[in-house]
């Protein structure tokens, strides 16, 4: 059984998607009609723009639903028996499997990208990656802290992301740091997604994705929200509309995948994030 895997944020690179341009006619359709659709040349930002599309929370969403999505349209091969998207790439994940279009994925991406862009501009978030420590530990640490501070992305054995108020993710860090974290690193995104801190932006894509139908999945998607395999279409908004205060289940998510009869992992977005965490994931079983 095939799974195709769909990366969030961070994933993205200068330059990415001009070479799915000058190939494919079907791409550069696309990413035209991404311009028409934005109102403005995101392909310009993609193809060109280094520091915005490293910096900017609103175009670095849009630019990596572009490129995964336009790139499943392309193959001649696509046909998955089960796919998953790490946070943003949920959104990939389901518009490739026609959940819903293109354009209308393209749309919630880029009010989920402003709502979470504004939230970073008005609040002091931050997410960090913990190394080298059990989740229980992790997890512990940021339940008795006073601040606002939770796990938000499991990404593989020993690698945790925690978000939350600066002041409360610095003081866990520290404390973390002290009790045997290999390592830990502070994210370039002055943002807590998948937090509490989120939940402002929630109450507000909730409206708007209610607006918007949905089709029930052509194979199961492992949400971030639970890991479990989801088909229906009601389910599937309803979690997504939790997505944004939830912890990304990503090992969990793989490891169901798996026990489920997955047997190829496809890696369809920008970089290779996700192939290193299936890497980490897999020795660990």
């Given at each position: 059984?095939?799974?195709?895997?769909?990366?969030?944020?961070?994933?993205?690179?200068?330059?990415?998607?001009?070479?799915?341009?000058?190939?494919?006619?079907?791409?550069?359709?696309?990413?035209?009609l991404a311009d028409e659709i934005?109102?403005?040349?995101?392909?310009?930002?993609?193809?060109?723009?280094?520091?915005?599309?490293?910096?900017?929370?609103?175009?670095?969403?849009?630019?990596?639903?572009?490129?995964?999505?336009?790139?499943?349209?392309?193959?001649?091969?696509?046909?998955?028996?089960?796919?998953?998207?790490?946070?943003?790439?949920?959104?990939?994940?389901?518009?490739?499997?026609?959940?819903?279009?293109?354009?209308?994925?393209?749309?919630?991406?880029?009010q989920r990208a402003k709502l979470?862009?504004?939230?970073?501009?008005?609040?002091?978030?931050?997410?960090?990656?913990?190394?080298?420590?059990?989740?229980?530990?992790?997890?512990?640490?940021?339940?008795?802290?006073?601040?606002?501070?939770?796990?938000?992305?499991?990404?593989?054995?020993?690698?945790?992301?925690?978000?939350?108020?600066?002041?409360?993710?610095?003081?866990?860090c520290k404390t973390l740091e002290?009790?045997?974290?290999?390592?830990?690193?502070?994210?370039?995104?002055?943002?807590?997604?998948?937090?509490?801190?989120?939940?402002?932006?929630?109450?507000?894509?909730?409206?708007?994705?209610?607006?918007?139908?949905?089709?029930?999945?052509?194979?199961?998607?492992?949400?971030?929200?639970?890991?479990?395999?989801?088909?229906?279409?009601?389910?599937?908004?309803?979690?997504?509309?939790?997505?944004?205060?939830?912890?990304?289940?990503?090992?969990?998510?793989?490891?169901?995948?798996?026990?489920?009869?997955?047997?190829?992992?496809?890696?369809?977005?920008?970089?290779?994030?996700?192939?290193?965490?299936?890497?980490?994931?897999?020795?660990?079983?």
């Amino acid at each position: 059984m095939k799974a195709y895997l769909f990366p969030g944020q961070g994933s993205q690179f200068p330059g990415m998607g001009k070479y799915l341009y000058k190939k494919s006619t079907l791409a550069k359709k696309l990413f035209r009609l991404a311009d028409e659709i934005l109102g403005f040349r995101m392909t310009s930002i993609m193809f060109n723009e280094t520091k915005i599309l490293s910096e900017n929370t609103e175009y670095i969403q849009l630019a990596i639903y572009i490129y995964s999505v336009i790139k499943t349209k392309i193959l001649n091969n696509f046909d998955p028996d089960m796919v998953a998207g790490h946070s943003l790439g949920e959104f990939s994940a389901l518009a490739s499997v026609d959940v819903f279009s293109f354009e209308k994925g393209l749309f919630m991406v880029n009010q989920r990208a402003k709502l979470m862009q504004k939230i970073c501009k008005s609040t002091e978030g931050e997410m960090a990656v913990i190394f080298g420590l059990k989740d229980e530990i992790v997890d512990f640490h940021c339940k008795i802290d006073k601040g606002i501070v939770v796990p938000s992305n499991y990404n593989c054995p020993g690698q945790l992301v925690i978000s939350g108020e600066r002041k409360a993710v610095r003081r866990v860090c520290k404390t973390l740091e002290n009790i045997g974290a290999k390592k830990i690193f502070i994210l370039p995104l002055h943002g807590a997604f998948h937090s509490p801190i989120m939940e402002p932006a929630k109450k507000k894509f909730k409206k708007i994705i209610d607006k918007i139908s949905f089709k029930d999945s052509k194979c199961p998607i492992y949400q971030n929200v639970n890991a479990q395999p989801v088909i229906k279409s009601l389910d599937i908004k309803n979690n997504l509309i939790k997505h944004f205060t939830y912890p990304v289940k990503w090992k969990q998510s793989i490891e169901n995948m798996i026990n489920n009869g997955a047997l190829s992992f496809i890696d369809i977005g920008p970089g290779n994030i996700l192939s290193g965490l299936m890497k980490k994931i897999l020795i660990k079983r």
